[in-house]
């Protein structure tokens, strides 16, 4: 659950989509620092240019299969 996630976490969100989860927790805490992945370049699009979108926030197209992961507290797999 979101609040199980600590408050200034670096979080990596695998398969993040639109980013509405990565959204989520980046409004639940600006101390954290979210990077979405992707591999659809379309959808990362959208994410980059939200309005919701705080400096703590990151979207990156990516395959999950061959990019290098970030050091992370906190990997999540939601639609991979």
């Given at each position: 659950a979101a609040e199980d996630v600590g408050a200034s976490a670096r979080i990596t969100d695998i398969g993040c989509g639109y980013g509405p989860l990565c959204f989520m927790?980046?409004?639940l805490?600006?101390?954290r620092e979210i990077l979405g992945l992707d591999y659809d370049q379309d959808k990362i699009a959208v994410a980059m240019h939200s309005f919701a979108r705080g400096s703590g926030l990151q979207f990156r197209h990516a395959d999950a299969l061959t990019c290098e992961l970030p050091s992370?507290?906190?990997f999540v797999l939601s639609d991979v």
């Open positions: 927790l980046s409004m805490s600006r101390e992370s507290d906190v």
